[in-house]
C-alpha cells in the first residue's frame, strides 16, 4: 500500500486541535481509514492509506478530512477562483503521444520549508499514483515570477505547449547548472535518464515556453529558472498528460492543497488547436467535441443518485433521513433527499471536485459509515435459517497456516494483486516460460495504478517484497503464506485458473537448501503425502541448489536458494531459500 508522511505537529496546526497527543491523532486517522506504520528519522508519522483516496496524500488533504470528522467542517467545499488573466496555448506540434495540457495560478500562497516539502511529496505521489510514473499525467509547479507571457490581442499573458526537435533548443535543467538540450537530459541528467523511457521515442518532445524561453520539459523535468522556493508567492501549476481527466482531476487536488495553506486559486485559459482537443465532460467522460478552450481548474461538482434502503441495507442499521444528511455533512458531501419515480426515498448526493474515487452509489455509503463510526455497528446473527461451518478448503488451509507457525514462520496476508515488473522481471522471468510461477497474467483492462496490473501468479514476489520492505529489521526472518494465485489457462470456464498456494521464505546469514527443505518435509509429513525433490533449473534461484516439489507423482512447485541477482535487486544482504507449491496437493 502507499504510505505518505504527516508531520503531526502540522497536522495540529492545520486541523486546529492543538490539544491532541499523538496517540489520539493515531487513532483519530485510524478512523478515516489512515494507519500508522512507524515514524521517519524526523519524528513524521508514516501512514498507510487507500489508493483510491488520493486527496489524502499530502497533510491538507488529510487535515481537511479530520476536520470533518471532528465536525468542524460540514457540507461540500469548493474554492471560489479568479478569472483568468493567463493562458496556455497548445500548438499543433505538441506530439500524439502527449496533447493535453491543464493549469492553474496560484497567488498569494504562504511558503516554509515544511509546507513545501508537503508540495513535493504530494506532486511525486501524484505520479506514482494517478500519474502512472509520469507516464498519464505529469506536474510542473513554477514561480510565476519568474514567467513572462507572450503579449496577445485581450491583453493575457500566453504560454505556449509545444513539440521541440530533441536538440532544437536549450535551457538549464533543475539540480543543474549547465544548458542542455532535452536530447541531453535524457542522456546526461540523473532526472532525464529515469524517465527517458516516456518520451525518448518520440519524434518532437513536448516542451512548454514563455516569451523568453523553454522552461519546462514534461513529464520528465523543469527548467531551473523558475524554481518554486520558500520565497515564492505565486505560482504557476501546469499539468501534461495522455488524457485530460486525469489531469484535471490531479490539478484539482493538488488546488485544494494549496487552497488549504489560504492561497488563491486563479483560473487558466487552455486553447487548443481544433475542437477535438478537448476531450472532457462534467460527467467524467473522457470523449467530448467540446470546443476548442478550456477553463482550468474545473471544480465542477457531479451527483450520485443512493436511495435510502439501501444505506439501511448495506450498514444494516435504521437511519432517520436527518441523520444521513447529516452524516453526508459530515463527510465532506452535500445531499439532498426527494422521491423517485416509484415513491421510494433517495437522495442526490454532491461530490465535490477534488473526491476522484466516488464512481459508485457503494463509495458513497462507504463514506456515510465511517461518518457514522464503524466500531459503533452492532454486530448480529443474520437472519437465515442454516449453521455455518468451515469449508473443506478452509480447513486445509488452518491446518497448514498452523504447522507452519509451528515451524517457526511468520504468517502473512499480502495482496492479489500486483504489478508485471514486480511478479516478473524482479524475479527473472519472463510470462510464459517453463517454470513454476510464470504463466500468463489475467491482467486488468484499465488498472487504477501502475503498482497493481494484474493478479499474481505466485506468492514469490510478494514474500521477496515484504523481505525488501523490512531490511532495517533484525534476522532471522522467517515468513510464509498461504494465498491466492491466478493464471490464465483457455482450458477453464473463466478463462483464468485460480489457486490456493503455500509460499516460504527464509532469510539469515546461513540460510541454505537444507534448511529450506527440512521444513518442507516437516510439513508434508505432518499431512502423510509422499514427497520428492528432484533437481531442476528456475531462474529465481540458484543452478545447482534448487529442486522441483513432487507429491505423490505430481510437480506441484519450487524449492531452492534464491539467486543473487535477485536478492539485489530487492537490497538484500543476505542469503534467503525458499519453497512454494500447490496447496491442493497436501489434500
Not at 467542517?73 to 478569472?83: E, Q
Not at 469449508?391 to 515451524?407: D, I, K, P, W
Amino acid at each position: 500500500m502507499p504510505t505518505v508522511d504527516i508531520d503531526p505537529d502540522e497536522l495540529r496546526d492545520l486541523t486546529g486541535h492543538d490539544e491532541k497527543s499523538d496517540e489520539e491523532l493515531q487513532e483519530d486517522l485510524f478512523g478515516l481509514g489512515l494507519e500508522f506504520e512507524g515514524r521517519t528519522e524526523d519524528g513524521a508519522f508514516e501512514l498507510e492509506f487507500a489508493p483510491d483516496r488520493l486527496d489524502r496524500l499530502s497533510v491538507e488533504g488529510v487535515a481537511r478530512s479530520m476536520r470533518y470528522q471532528y465536525g468542524d467542517a460540514r457540507g461540500v467545499h469548493v474554492p471560489s477562483p479568479n478569472s483568468p488573466e493567463w493562458t496556455i496555448e497548445v500548438d499543433e506540434s505538441v506530439p500524439d503521444e502527449r496533447p493535453y495540457v491543464t493549469g492553474a495560478v496560484v497567488r498569494d500562497v504562504d511558503l516554509d520549508e515544511e509546507s513545501l516539502e508537503s508540495i513535493i511529496q504530494l506532486q511525486e505521489k501524484l505520479h506514482a499514483t494517478m500519474g502512472r510514473k509520469r507516464a498519464k499525467g505529469a506536474i510542473g509547479i513554477h514561480d510565476l515570477t519568474m514567467l513572462k507571457g507572450t503579449a496577445v490581442t485581450e491583453g493575457n499573458p500566453t504560454i505556449q505547449y509545444v513539440g521541440v526537435e530533441p536538440d532544437e533548443d536549450r535551457f538549464v535543467p533543475l539540480d543543474s547548472d549547465q544548458e542542455m538540450t532535452p536530447a541531453d537530459v535524457l542522456e546526461d541528467h540523473q532526472t532525464g535518464q529515469t524517465y527517458a523511457d516516456l518520451v525518448s521515442e518520440y519524434e518532437r518532445y513536448p516542451s512548454i515556453y514563455d516569451s523568453i524561453g523553454l522552461f519546462s520539459f514534461p513529464p520528465v523535468i523543469n527548467g531551473r529558472r523558475t524554481e518554486v522556493s520558500t520565497d515564492s508567492r505565486d505560482l504557476f501549476v501546469e499539468m501534461t498528460g495522455t488524457d485530460q481527466w486525469t489531469i484535471d482531476k490531479m490539478l484539482n487536488i493538488v488546488c485544494y492543497a494549496l487552497s488549504a495553506r489560504g492561497a488563491t486559486i486563479e483560473e487558466v485559459r487552455v486553447e487548443y488547436p481544433d475542437s477535438e482537443s478537448a476531450n472532457v465532460d462534467l460527467d467524467g467522460s473522457r470523449t467530448q467535441l467540446g470546443g476548442h478552450e478550456l477553463i482550468r481548474p474545473d471544480l465542477s461538482m457531479k451527483t450520485k443518485t443512493v436511495a435510502h434502503d439501501r444505506i439501511e441495507t448495506i450498514l444494516g442499521i435504521g437511519l432517520d433521513p436527518d441523520e444521513v444528511l447529516d452524516l453526508a455533512e459530515r463527510s465532506g458531501l452535500a445531499a439532498e433527499k426527494e422521491e423517485n419515480e416509484d415513491g421510494n426515498l433517495v437522495y442526490e448526493v454532491t461530490i465535490p471536485p477534488y473526491r476522484v474515487d466516488v464512481l459508485h452509489p457503494l463509495d458513497v455509503i462507504d463514506d456515510l459509515g465511517r461518518a457514522y463510526g464503524f466500531n459503533e455497528l452492532e454486530p448480529r446473527y443474520p437472519d437465515v435459517g442454516t449453521v455455518g461451518g468451515r469449508h473443506e478448503r478452509s480447513r486445509l488451509e488452518n491446518a497448514a497456516r498452523t504447522q507452519l507457525v509451528g515451524l517457526g514462520f511468520e504468517d502473512l496476508l499480502n495482496f492479489h494483486m500486483i504489478s508485471e515488473g514486480e511478479n516478473y522481471d524482479r524475479l527473472n522471468v519472463s510470462p510464459g516460460d517453463d517454470v513454476y510461477g510464470a504463466g500468463e497474467p489475467a491482467t486488468i483492462k484499465e488498472p487504477y495504478s501502475e503498482d497493481f496490473t494484474m493478479l499474481r501468479t505466485w506468492l514469490m514476489p510478494s514474500l521477496l517484497m515484504v523481505l525488501e520492505r523490512n531490511t532495517h529489521r533484525s534476522y532471522p526472518q522467517n515468513l510464509a503464506e498461504i494465498g491466492f494465485a491466478a493464471e490464465v489457462d483457455e482450458s477453464e470456464n473463466t478463462g483464468v485458473a485460480e489457486g490456493r498456494r503455500v509460499g516460504a521464505v527464509l532469510a539469515h546469514h546461513e540460510a541454505g537448501y537444507e534448511d529450506a527443505k527440512a521444513r518442507l518435509q516437516t510439513l508434508t509429513r505432518n499431512f502423510d503425502v509422499d514427497i520428492e525433490t528432484p533437481p531442476t533449473d528456475h531462474p529465481t534461484f540458484i543452478s545447482g541448489r534448487t529442486a522441483a516439489i513432487v507429491i505423490d507423482g505430481e510437480e506441484v512447485g519450487v524449492i531452492g536458494e534464491v539467486h543473487p541477482k535477485v536478492l539485489v535487486e530487492h537490497d538484500l544482504e543476505v542469503p534467503v531459500s525458499a519453497f512454494e507449491f500447490d496447496l491442493e496437493a497436501l489434500r
